[in-house]
């Protein structure tokens, strides 16, 4: 019986560090023509070099799109979530906490939607005009993409009815609390995850049927430190170690 071939996969810690190396030798190669100029003031065999510089900042600009395109092509590696075990039991509680949590925090509730298969819950907190939070508790019994797609509907909704700014510091955690496992919520917990520009983003999943909290990861990116200050603000808001604390003693 032949083996399955492992699908090559990089990790995104690798991928940046692959364009970071990219875009130092293409800085390099650009000063260089001036670098040789200098040179061939004081040495001028050497100016016959200028040209062969040119070349190759010519070649290496040339290969430019085809290096973009593999690396948006290249599959990369899932990312493990941060696993906290609880027990809240039910939607219910674990819905009752997070609210309880997020209003001793000085959030509001913003509103319900009741749709076919997933309810959710929006709430915000307005830290000044350029900087908010908004949390989407949202229960479906069986996790699917397409539900998150419609969340992101959702949210635009919420925005433009409140009048948010997201031009600047616009932070969303959506929650996703579901009854059982498949391959859709695994996937979710496991998508490497990027942020956009002043649209950061905390992907979070708490599994019923083994009553566990997933915080999903940031391996590497330009905006890791928002993650980073995202990911503390959320652990703190629903005192995550006092709850990890009391449930192992």
Not at 159 to 170: L, W
Request: glycine share 2%; proline share 3%.
């Amino acid at each position: 019986m032949k083996k399955k071939r492992k699908k090559f996969r990089i990790s995104e810690r690798t991928l940046n560090r692959l364009i970071s190396v990219y875009f130092i030798v293409a800085i390099i190669l650009m000063l260089s023509p001036l670098v040789v100029i200098e040179f061939s003031l004081f040495y001028p065999s050497l100016f016959k070099y200028v040209k062969v510089s040119f070349a190759c900042i010519l070649i290496y600009g040339a290969f430019c799109p085809v290096v973009m395109i593999l690396m948006d092509k290249i599959p990369l590696k899932s990312s493990a979530p941060f696993r906290f075990k609880l027990n809240f039991k039910d939607y219910n509680s674990i819905n009752s906490y997070l609210k309880n949590m997020l209003f001793a925090n000085n959030y509001k509730f913003l509103c319900f939607k009741n749709r076919l298969t997933y309810e959710v819950n929006f709430y915000y907190k307005q830290y000044s005009l350029s900087k908010i939070d908004v949390i989407a508790v949202i229960y479906t019994k069986q996790y699917e993409e397409k539900i998150l797609n419609e969340i992101y509907d959702e949210l635009d909704g919420v925005v433009k009815d409140n009048n948010f700014d997201k031009s600047n510091n616009f932070y969303f955690i959506p929650i996703f609390i579901v009854d059982n496992n498949n391959e859709a919520f695994k996937k979710y917990i496991r998508k490497p995850l990027a942020q956009t520009r002043h649209n950061y983003l905390l992907p979070v999943g708490y599994l019923i049927s083994n009553t566990t909290l997933y915080i999903i990861n940031q391996n590497n990116d330009i905006y890791i430190g928002k993650y980073l200050e995202l990911k503390k603000r959320f652990i703190k808001t629903i005192k995550l170690k006092k709850l990890l604390k009391n449930e192992n003693e």
